[in-house]
Every structure is written in structure tokens, then in C-alpha cells.
């Protein structure tokens, strides 16, 4: 059997291509939309994709299942279970010719049997993905589980209610996760747990960066297979999950009715500073992909600052509008890998960029610069006790729920974007987070929609704890 894990980074996911060596044939589970990877995986292995499928709709980004399948003439298998108003849809099926999948129906992949298995909770639809290499086996020996079983956690059964807003759903899902669960009863600890996210995604709790499991493993580690209560279980799971970011919501909707073909992504533009200023008179989004620091020391008014690393596609997606032009601010070297990153959560429409050295230019052209002001704990603390000043926390829900500033007010950085009515523009606003990154992306964002006396609280929360600040868990929320 071959088995090859394609990992992206900036996704925090995972797809697997799968064959047989002896009829060179294979599936991919869970494609994103870059589809030469799987391609070129396939080509390494000297392997035919003849299927292509995935574990579920997904929320986190754009699939490539569709293209993917179009490209190789491979069938496309599609979950028909869980059918509902955020399912695939009818048309997509119909398109793409798919095959509906049902609990217990087998995939054969030369020597390879793919039996699947219904495990709803995540989502209605969720399918797990038993695989035997019947060459030398006549059972499983891993099961490629998607948000389903994670290392050290599960899939959370929230995101229909919190980012698509089917409203009381969350709570009817954890129970089917519950229930899930207790279908990986009857395999043995041997059976190894490849899943779709590792840590840094958004769709669990408390992932793992280790790559795979072992079911015996999670049995005696992960807490939601130790739990043995039905009640305790859902209340458990529903509780403390990250922020649904805000562009996950589109990404189920696309996923469901058809993801539009990634055209050749193009080179952008390079843009020269004159062209920067009309971009942004024409409400075009330019993006300052440097670090924080060298961003808040000065920057063009009106850019956004969101550092290029893991959490790019994160925050990009919350708080930049999906079909809005964009342009880049960052070194050459780096464009390649962002403008595509980008088209994995659907922005295509990346339509120019510039080097670092434009901040110069700016200079060299006498037009103005703007720095990021940075405040202490010192500064802010009598300030915040006076009424001065408005102490905006942008942390998580979860975070905030734990601890936080008295007399701060509540925006998660993701919701900032859609919330800026609830901040008073005339009013001085010191902005904080757990340590200081966040809180700088959220600067720019103020400064560039026209709030004007704008600070990032040095170190944030940790700092103000450090220097004897307090701390309470409960308090007012804006979101």
C-alpha cells in the first residue's frame, strides 16, 4: 500500500493520497484547491488518482475534491449522509456526477478496500475512512478520521451554530459526537488515527502537532474517549472552543454548491507607491504582510498590518472582505506562497504588490507616514481608572471568559472588522490581547477605518498581570 500524508502548514491540514502499488491506482481524501500537489504526489508514486473524496463539507477552506476529480477523470465519492441545507447540494452532486457515500459502503483501490463509516456530530454529514491493505490484512489498519477523532482531541460540533448560525444546533450535534465515538468500540488499539488538522486549526479545541495516533493511544490520553458520560461529555465539548473565524461560514457555503475553478493564479502586478494611493482611494485592501514591529515603527495610513506566518489565512480571512481587490506589502520571496495561500480560502483577486522598501518610497515622495503608538501598563492603568481611555480586549471568547482587564470592553479580533460601530471614534482606545500580536493587527485595522487616537498596550495581558495589574472573569462584552 502506498500512503502519503500532504500536510499545509498555514492550513494546519491534512489530505492523504492512498494507493496500490500493484495496479499503480489511488484516492485522495480531503484535497484543498491547489490541486498540483496531489497531482505531482501522485506522478512521484507513479500512480493513476482514479477516486477523490472527503470526510465532509468542509469550513476552513475552499476544497479541491471537484477540480481534482475533473482533471484525472477520477470518480468523486461525496458523504450522502446527514443530507440537509448544508450538505452538498443537489446541483453540485448532479455537476460533478459524484457518488453518494453511505455508512459501511466500500471504495476499492486495487488491493485497498475503503470502508466508510458515518460519524456525525462534527457535521451532520462526517465520514470516517476505515483502510485495509487486503494484500497482506482482512482488517483495518488505520482510519483517515477528518474532524472527527483529532491527536488529543475532537472535532467540535459547534461550527454549524457559530459560524453558519443554524441556531440550537450545537447541542444536538455534541450528542451525535458522543454517540460517534462509540462506534470505534469494537476496533482494536492497534488502529491508527490519521487526522485532518493538527494544532493551529480553528476546527477543535486542543490539537496535537504530532501527526498521527494510535486508537489505544487516544483511549488512554485524548479526554473525550475517556469520558464516559453522555451529559458531562456534551458539556465539556461545547465549552471553551476558539472563535468560528468569520470566513468559515462562506467557505461551508461554497464547498456545499461548487467551488469556482482556480483559474492559473497570475503574478501580480508590482505596484509603485502612486499607484498604492489610488488602490486605497478606491477602497482596495493593501495588506502590510511585514512583522508588527516594523510595521507600527511606520507604515503607509490606510494599510493593514497582518504578519505573513501561520496565522495569516486566519486573520485575513476575518477581516478582509472575500471578493474585495487586495494588495501585498511584503518581500518578493515571500509573494508565491501568500498570493496562493490565499486562493486556498478563496481570494482570487489578489491584484497587485510591492517590496518592503515602498515605506521609503512613501518618505522619499514627501507623503506622510504613521507609526503604531505603543503604550505600558504604567501609562494605561490611571487612564483606564479615570474613564480616559477605552481598554478594547481582541483575545478569544474563551480567553476572555478565563480572565480579563475590569473595565475593559470585548471584540474578538475575528468579529473586529463587523463591530466597529460599537466603539466610539472620538474616544482614545488602547488596544490589548494575551501578549501583543494580535492587538497590533488590531491597531492597523482602527487606524485604517478612521479611528485616529489609537495605542497597542505593550505585552498585553501578560504584562498587566506581571506588573501587579488585576484580573477578573467576568465583565462587560461588546460581541
Known amino acids: 500500500m502506498i500512503f502519503r500524508r500532504l500536510f499545509h502548514s498555514h492550513l494546519a491540514q491534512a489530505s492523504y493520497l492512498i494507493g496500490c502499488g500493484a495496479s499503480h491506482e489511488a484516492i485522495v481524501i480531503d484535497p484543498h484547491r491547489d490541486v498540483d500537489l496531489f497531482l505531482n504526489a501522485a506522478r512521484a508514486e507513479g500512480v493513476r488518482i482514479i477516486a477523490v473524496t472527503e470526510t465532509h463539507v468542509h469550513a476552513d477552506f475552499l476544497s479541491g475534491s471537484h477540480e481534482l ?40 483501490i486495487g488491493a485497498v478496500r475503503i470502508e466508510v463509516l458515518h460519524t456525525p456530530g462534527h457535521t451532520p454529514e462526517h465520514l470516517t475512512f476505515l483502510i485495509t491493505d487486503t494484500a497482506v490484512a482482512d482488517e483495518p489498519m488505520g482510519a483517515v478520521t477528518g474532524d472527527f477523532v483529532f491527536v488529543g482531541d475532537i472535532g467540535r460540533p ?33 488502529l491508527q488515527v490519521w487526522p485532518g488538522h493538527g494544532a493551529g486549526s480553528a476546527c477543535g479545541r486542543g490539537l496535537s502537532a504530532v501527526p498521527q495516533s494510535t486508537l ?3 483511549r488512554r490520553h485524548n479526554w473525550a474517549l475517556r469520558t464516559g458520560d453522555e451529559n458531562a461529555f456534551v458539556t465539556d465539548v461545547l465549552s471553551g472552543q476558539p472563535d ?47 512583522s508588527a514591529d516594523g510595521f507600527a515603527a511606520e507604515h503607509i495610513p490606510g494599510t ?21 481587490e487586495v494588495i501585498l506589502i511584503g518581500e518578493e520571496a515571500q509573494l508565491g506562497q ?61 480567553e476572555r471568559a478565563a480572565e480579563h482587564i475590569p473595565g475593559s470592553v470585548h471584540i474578538p479580533l475575528g468579529a473586529l472588522s463587523d463591530s466597529l460601530d460599537q466603539l466610539d471614534h472620538t474616544h482614545p482606545i488602547v ?22 487616537d489609537v495605542e497597542n498596550l505593550e505585552g498585553g495581558l501578560d504584562a498587566w498581570r506581571d506588573a501587579g495589574g488585576s484580573v477578573a472573569n467576568d465583565g462587560v462584552s461588546l460581541s
Not at 184 to 190: E, I, N, W
Not at 250 to 264: C, D, H, S, T
Not at 360 to 381: F, I, Y
Open 304 to 324: 493593514i498590518n497582518i504578519p505573513f506566518n501561520r496565522a495569516f489565512l486566519t486573520w485575513v480571512g476575518s477581516l478582509v472582505p472575500l471578493e474585495g
Open 216 to 218: 489505544g493511544y487516544e
Open 338 to 398: 501568500a498570493v496562493g495561500d490565499l486562493g486556498l480560502i478563496g481570494f482570487d483577486h489578489v491584484v497587485g504588490y510591492t517590496g518592503p522598501d515602498v515605506v521609503e518610497s512613501w518618505r522619499r515622495g514627501n507623503r506622510a507616514l504613521e507609526p503604531v503608538v505603543t503604550a505600558s501598563v504604567l501609562q494605561v492603568a490611571p487612564r483606564l481608572q479615570s474613564g480616559g481611555v477605552t481598554l478594547l480586549d481582541v483575545r478569544s471568547s474563551s
Open 69 to 108: 476529480a475533473a482533471h484525472t477523470g477520477a470518480r468523486l465519492y461525496l458523504s450522502g449522509e446527514g443530507r440537509g441545507p448544508w450538505s452538498y447540494s443537489d446541483d453540485l452532486i448532479r455537476d460533478a456526477e459524484a457518488v453518494l457515500l453511505h455508512d459501511r459502503f466500500v471504495i476499492r
Open 158 to 190: 459547534d461550527l454549524l451554530e457559530r459560524a453558519v448560525r443554524v441556531t440550537g444546533s450545537a447541542d444536538a450535534a455534541a450528542h451525535q459526537l458522543y454517540r460517534s465515538l462509540g462506534r470505534l468500540a469494537p476496533y482494536p488499539d492497534y
Open 431 to 452: 488596544v490589548h490581547c494575551q501578549s501583543g500580536g494580535r492587538s497590533a493587527i488590531a491597531a492597523s485595522v482602527l487606524l485604517a477605518r478612521g479611528f485616529t
Open 244 to 290: 468560528a473565524p468569520a470566513y468559515f461560514k462562506e467557505m461551508k457555503r461554497l464547498n456545499a454548491n461548487g467551488v469556482p475553478p482556480w483559474r492559473e493564479v497570475m503574478r501580480p502586478a508590482f505596484v509603485a507607491p502612486d499607484e498604492v494611493v489610488a488602490a486605497l482611494a478606491r477602497g482596495t485592501t493593501v495588506i502590510d504582510t511585514r
